[in-house]
């Protein structure tokens, strides 16, 4: 990795947003799960959350996401287990939703810890999503229609978080709030893919890359990386 890359990587990791997130209730089309993680790798958005019953939702998001490795894919069962897991880190929970007591998504606080509920393309956020919500949202349209694509939507929003915390100062941090493991792995993977690729294929824990961007291992380690067949 040269010294370029590095410096990009610690610049981007910096900027991540741990406490801004978005939660897509089956949604299940790939090109809008794949637009969805785009953008909010392009708003610092570390992690984005996937509810869909049963083994599809993980292999269909494991597809889509995989032009973009920055952002991780968190999945779970039920919306009422992501809900809960998202509460637990003190985050308000706002479902796009037309009602009658939706508010202008642009008279939210972003700078709180937010995850985003996106709802399934067709039929929406469903009534147990809403009944666990904190906030219902919507964006204001003078058309004849009264909906925008998924991604469409998640990216207006995601934006005007953007935006808020931009102006809070929250982009401009020197070092990165992420846990120390996971900017050691995102710098490997993101520095060194061939051989993250290697060291997942043959079972070796990554090793740590130094504050030059330099890979510090053992000459086990690297014996066992130039090594035939996997680790045992």
Request: proline share 4%; with cysteine.
């Amino acid at each position: 990795m040269n010294a370029q890359r590095f410096d990009r990587i610690m610049e981007m990791l910096a900027a991540r947003q741990h406490d801004l997130t978005l939660c897509m209730e089956q949604v299940h089309k790939p090109h809008n799960v794949s637009a969805v993680i785009r953008t909010a790798d392009a708003v610092g958005v570390h992690e984005v959350h996937a509810v869909w019953p049963g083994s599809r939702m993980r292999t269909m998001v494991s597809s889509a996401a995989g032009s973009n490795s920055w952002v991780q894919v968190q999945t779970h069962p039920t919306i009422a287990d992501a809900i809960c897991h998202l509460k637990s880190q003190d985050m308000q929970i706002l479902a796009t939703h037309l009602s009658d007591k939706a508010v202008d998504f642009r008279e939210i606080d972003y700078t709180r810890p937010t995850c985003i509920l996106m709802g399934q393309e067709k039929t929406g956020i469903t009534r147990q999503a809403l009944e666990l919500a904190d906030q219902e949202i919507i964006i204001p349209m003078v058309g004849m229609v009264q909906s925008l694509n998924v991604s469409v939507a998640s990216a207006l929003i995601l934006y005007e978080a953007q935006r808020q915390r931009q102006n809070a100062g929250m982009y401009q941090r020197q070092t990165s709030t992420l846990p120390f493991s996971e900017q050691q792995r995102l710098l490997f993977e993101g520095g060194y893919p061939v051989l993250a690729r290697v060291a997942k294929h043959k079972g070796l824990p990554y090793p740590q890359i130094n504050d030059r961007g330099e890979v510090v291992a053992d000459a086990q380690w690297w014996a066992t990386m130039q090594s035939s067949g996997r680790k045992k």
